[in-house]
């Protein structure tokens, strides 16, 4: 049985002291369990708030965010369980360990093998040696990874990712690519992934674009690219890398 999440007509706003940011308005969006989308745009955009909506972790100002299943309607309240969340500042918690982080979501499910399971996740993200480490302990793309783990790791319905290859480099960025896609493919699940990343966009079934208060529906990542401005493009100038601990 597939089910999917339908935002009709929903707009969303700020109030900031005197003035009201509003990022979009009258959007309309069908995810379906077991396809891919990707949303790309430029900072600021509203991409984040857009999954905060789409995942029912935040309301909208106005308009319908339903979650439907075998022809029932119900408000996506009811789908909180059933989701997978990779943050773009990863909300790890701080006390907890890399394996401990990832368990959290099996044993709140009273899962009896919730370590078993972390431990092979933690394998699988390649973190293994970094078990009882703490998030503090750990580097950006290694909080990622765990992040990406948690998400994952009871075979959510439906997976939302903002940036999720922010803060690794492109040979990690692909694997972790692939570890999403793939495990969104084993479990049927819909994968909601939001980045400026074009590779990663481009394993999407479907790519939109939001700017300008619009959500766009591109045919490709390229028609995607040719009408963003080429300010702000990522452009960064690498004067030296260091690897393995060498400077190079
Ligand atoms: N809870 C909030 N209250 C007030 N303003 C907010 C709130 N959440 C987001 N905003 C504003 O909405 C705008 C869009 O934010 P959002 O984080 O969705 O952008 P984004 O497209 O994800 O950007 P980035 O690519 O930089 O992550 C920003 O100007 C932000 O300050
Ligand atoms: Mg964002």
Known sequence: ?????????????????????????????SINQGQSYAITGPSGAGKSSLLMLLSGLEKPSSGQANFISDNQISTLDNLRSEIGFIFQQFHLLPELTALHNIALPLKLRGDKHANKKAEHWLEKVGLSDRSNHKPSQLSGGEQQRVAIARALVFSPKFIFA????????????????????????????????????????????????????KL????????????????GSNHVAQDFAINDGQVA
């Open 216 to 231: 766009t529906k591109a045919s490709s990542i390229n028609s995607v690219e040719k009408k963003q401005t080429k300010q």
């Open 1 to 29: 049985m597939s089910c999917s999440i339908e935002l009709n007509s929903v707009s969303q706003s700020f109030e900031n002291n005197a003035s009201t940011i509003t990022l979009f308005e009258n959007l309309d969006l």
């Open 162 to 213: 903002d940036e999720p290859t922010g803060n690794l480099d492109q040979y990690n960025a692909n694997e972790i690519s692939d570890i999403l896609f793939a495990c969104c493919q084993e479990n049927n699940a819909g994968l909601i992934i939001v980045t400026h990343n074009n590779a990663l966009a481009s394993m999407a079934q479907n790519i939109y674009s939001l700017a300008d208060g």
